[in-house]
């Protein structure tokens, strides 16, 4: 059976680990487990349906990583994965303007023809509003999108990893770097030992750039610093069935059960090193954004705040394949701020070009050269 | 020669009668100069291309308004009409987060494809765009777009207005009334005086609902009110040649000649009547977000505070046509927020319509009826 | 009888000549009614007792002031005079913290004992501060203080005005300048006319130092920009007996008749010049802290922003007196943010001095010499 | 020997027992430790001078008080405690105002007179002000006040608490009740032992209401709460030399070693029970503020926000001395915000009343009967 070595365990990783080990491989997963992980501290909205983005490759991705889901949440189901951190909540896109909640539903109306996973759509008034998601501000109507999820990055990827290992995927924690024999990547060193693999996959994120470097491979993944604010929210409310909501600004408020409110994010470019610290400013801004939209949370307890880093290439579109000019060397990046939609999904494409199966994607549109300098 | 009534003097009666008058109609324009015309508040940006909104029937209009701009103004000028309000100044999409600078580069340079008129697209550094800017705020870079322009929607309808009235185009004030025969609009009584015309057409945005219900017709335009707040920059700098900056938000900086400076707007939604107050709310909003973007506004000299109302459809897209069921009865209206890009180009079809003309846009996309309730 | 010329005709120009017009002297008063007179753009509030100021004489000039306003008002309505401008609505001290109450309540009790004047001390709670002064923020509890006062600055000087010209003084509008002879004052000349007096009063605010230049006194008085910004309630409020509003922070709100609001005030140092200008970042100021306090506001009508220059000496304490070196001339100045509450008062020690009769209040607290470099 | 017991050891039981073991006295300290212990979450600033506070009584304390820590810190150097967590590192009592400077240099330089240990007083320019504290923001003036000081609450509670167990006394951890005989107090139990005592000292600050209720005494002692954000400046500054920075508002800015800069603080009243909580608007609050005052604090880290309760009593003075009815029977509470300032001098007067030496102060000033409803 082909032996395979994942290097990366974050969404990505773990769904390519799933997937090769459901397919019969013999997978083998390096992970050097640094503070500042994407899938560690994100809370993910599954909606890319009213996304205002134009690019046709990048829909069609991330699309295609949310219809993915109810299916890969099956699976895992019926393995006896209860805590797959998934549920498909809805979402709630929220604005002040009640013109711009009519031009949503335009949008997201002309998105159903071919998207129906995107569920119901609803416009909802102001009251109706704050009946889903009782601590919002006055003012806000809203358009509801019934067929919206969320999911906790950690949760999935447990999930994902616990299966793969039922599986006979092996998981170990190091630094790991690569062995080359000429043209070829034969495996991955880790700590003092060293690995042999028939193919190696680079599901890296923001550490792929060092890791390729060796290969003389300049990787042109930048990274964008996410600092976002988890509270409790102090009475007993069900919360578990809150929708995500989407204000017109980068921010956003993601309910989880257990009284748990995530408040994302801060958009922080240019930041030199992996600066993995939780800043004054940085809370300050998700906080007064958060209260602003949400000022019943004022009262919530403060629980702690993650940092995360999210990949993106020079297209800000993620790109993926095998890396040209190196034999059995694979690698996806730059997935953005869509991880948790596009990640599974990728995952799986991933070991199907490793194992030499067909695909479903059409990867040619994510080259990994657009990623890569002067190729 | 045909004998043809405008009611309303905004930008797009004025540019229905002007079409008219240069076609060698008979023409009569009626307007009550009420407070709060749109026009007479509105300094317009011409830049349709950067917008995110999907419609297509709505994208093909404003960027037929905006392609029209350059013919018109030079037939303007060759009448020797100087003071027309437009500018191409070119306009800074500006954003804190280089990434959302990379996607919007990507979503114009996409647009330029059928629309070369954009001109350059130019992404700037921060220093660039301060360059281009002096007073903006630090941590903004930019898209330059050079095809855009700015428009003082005073100076531009009082130019169309000089050049009809020379074209024999009469214009009087008053408040109109619809004179109606069976199913035939035979004219308008304005004052104690009745005019008689083949065609009327009823440019009155805001104030059409009126003078329709007496036909038993429940025209469905909504307002939304817009306070913009006129400044006067105290140094003597060139702001004529500044572009027009526009931010992630609804806000909106727009330079003109004489060190004026004009910072918009307000969106208010659900007034009630035709609430022409300027209003200390209204006027922290302006301010505070115009400040946000651009600190050095902090120092200059408050001039005045104008405010419009804003026509709005309830599908979100202007409609125009033959009212149905009345002969002699032809209405636009519900340009929205881009009444200064399109209004020109459709007084152009409106003119031509009224005239029995071929039309260069197929209006069919615009169905008056879409207005009209119970139709 | 002696003839007396009063240069300024502000609040303490116009007190003075209206106690030297009662005493029966011949008044002339000249002044050049600039943009910019503290008088004309100020409303004040007639409350010292909760000052923290620590100066003694200070406080004494203040108190005596506010004590001072029953009789005067008195005797101006006894002349008929129904406009002075002048209401004992009271004042709220607001504050978010029932300790700060607690501790206000300590104070104003203590202030109590050697000024009866300050009437009942009211701790309010939030519900009960809301009632007297219905816009008002959530939150605020308040002390209220029942002798408090507000005064129209305008108002108050032109009663004062008319009633001094009711008893001979004549006003004249004109760029004074003074009339020397060996070290004598004899007169003033304004425009081509040259008028001569036994004494000259100057009560020229921030003016005064350019009119005392040729003397080669080098005046030290000060200035702050103060931009206050007018609005109309809406609805029909009986705002006349609203009492004023004093925050924690410099900012206040006063409530006039006639459903006029008045928020005040910037507190702008270092200005250059005589820099009239409304700013959009001063307006941005008082609107973002008046809102603050009473969002109810925010739907009132923006009518106006005044300005006024607010003098004050090297040490903030008023100076008064005759001018050392020179016969015939006297001075006051400095009155700062306190010139409503004081200047009545001087006025009317200007006026005794002036004709040689006893003072009430020892001046020497309060010495010219203060203000004047190199005395 | 007498024996005495006192129950608390935040920084008034701290000191009581300190001062009671170096005379010799037998001590027991019983604490229960719990989360929100005022002097735990303290940062304190030694400059009571500069307080409006008009009450007497108060300001007597505090600066008596503030006299007091040299000659302590001296003792305890003595000893050989190196980190007492004192530095008289001055303070910058700032604001934009130059005007509002220049009259806290006259209350300054007022209050110095019978103060002598206030120091040097010295008026700041913008750019002087900055040199002191560089993170603050721009247009800011100050006064600096040498003689002023910081203390870190737990690091001089523990050096404390280490002297007085090298003198003898003991500390245990528990929840104490008081152990009655007739009117008399003859000890404390704790957990299932109970101590006898000649006195009990009852220091326990926002915990003493429900100690004292058994006996009858309804003790009328009220919390405010405060939320304390600490940060880490990232680039090696010498932060121990930073004065304490005193804004207009309630907040502050307390540089400490380490690079630590402490933001204080919330001032919740009206909290229901002891809600240690810290929440997301509370943050909010305190990190507006404190990034308002020093913008070059946004790229700090981090570290945590510390909850105290700081007790108060109806009068807002704190009270002290033998508990009315009752033998054997101290207490001493209310020190409010002043905890950190008084707590070590009134800790000696405790300890001299309850072993019948002559005391420095009049407590009479500070009746206990003032907190005790019904006597």
Redesign the interface.
């Given at each position: 059976m082909k032996k395979v070595i994942v290097i990366g365990s974050g969404i990505l990783g773990a769904s390519t680990a799933y997937h090769l080990a459901k397919a019969g491989a013999d997978v083998l997963v390096v992970d050097r487990k640094d503070k500042g992980q994407a899938t560690d501290a994100a809370a993910g909205i599954i909606c890319p349906w009213l996304s205002?983005?134009?690019?046709q490759a990048w829909y069609r991705l991330a699309k295609a990583g949310a219809r993915y889901y109810p299916e890969l949440i099956a699976q895992l189901q019926e393995e006896g994965e209860s805590e797959t951190g998934y549920a498909q909540a809805g979402a709630l896109s929220v604005h002040h303007?009640?013109?711009k909640i009519?031009?949503m539903m335009?949008?997201a109306t002309?998105r159903k023809t071919d998207a129906p996973e995107i569920g119901d759509i609803t416009e909802l008034t102001e009251s109706q509003t704050r009946g889903h998601f009782p601590l919002l501000a006055e003012g806000l109507s809203s358009v509801h999108i019934s067929g919206a999820a969320r999911v906790d990055g950690r949760a999935l990827r447990d999930a994902l990893i616990r299966s793969a290992q039922r599986s006979g995927a092996v998981f170990i924690r190091g630094e790991a770097s690569l062995q080359v024999q000429a043209n070829r990547i034969t495996g991955v060193t880790a700590g003092k030992t060293t690995f042999s693999a028939d193919s190696i996959i680079v599901c890296a994120g923001a550490w792929a750039n060092s890791l390729l470097q060796p290969l003389g491979i300049d990787f042109q993944v930048g990274f964008?610093k996410a600092q976002i604010?988890h509270?409790e929210v102090?009475d007993h409310q069900d919360t578990g069935v809150w929708p995500v909501v989407i204000p017109?600004?980068?921010q956003y408020l993601l309910a989880m059960g257990q009284q748990r409110v995530v408040?994302g994010s801060t958009?922080e470019?240019?930041i030199t090193g992996y600066d993995t610290?939780?800043?004054?400013?940085g809370?300050?801004e998700v906080?007064?954004k958060?209260?602003d939209l949400a000022p019943g949370?004022?009262?919530?307890?403060?629980l702690e705040?993650r940092v995360g880093f999210r990949p993106?290439t020079?297209?800000?579109l993620p790109v993926m394949g095998a890396v040209p000019g190196w034999e059995g060397l694979i690698a996806a990046n730059g997935l953005?701020a869509s991880g948790l939609t596009m990640g599974p999904y990728i995952g799986k494409q991933l070991a199907q070009l490793s194992l030499g199966m067909e695909l479903e994607l059409n990867i040619s549109d994510y080259d990994i050269r657009n990623a890569i300098k002067g190729v």
């Open positions: 205002q983005r134009r690019n303007d009640p013109i009519g031009l335009e949008r002309l964008q604010v509270l102090p017109p600004n980068d408040m958009h470019n240019g610290r939780v800043t004054a400013g809370m300050q906080l007064n958060g209260i949370l004022a009262n919530s307890t403060f705040t993106f020079p297209g800000f953005g």
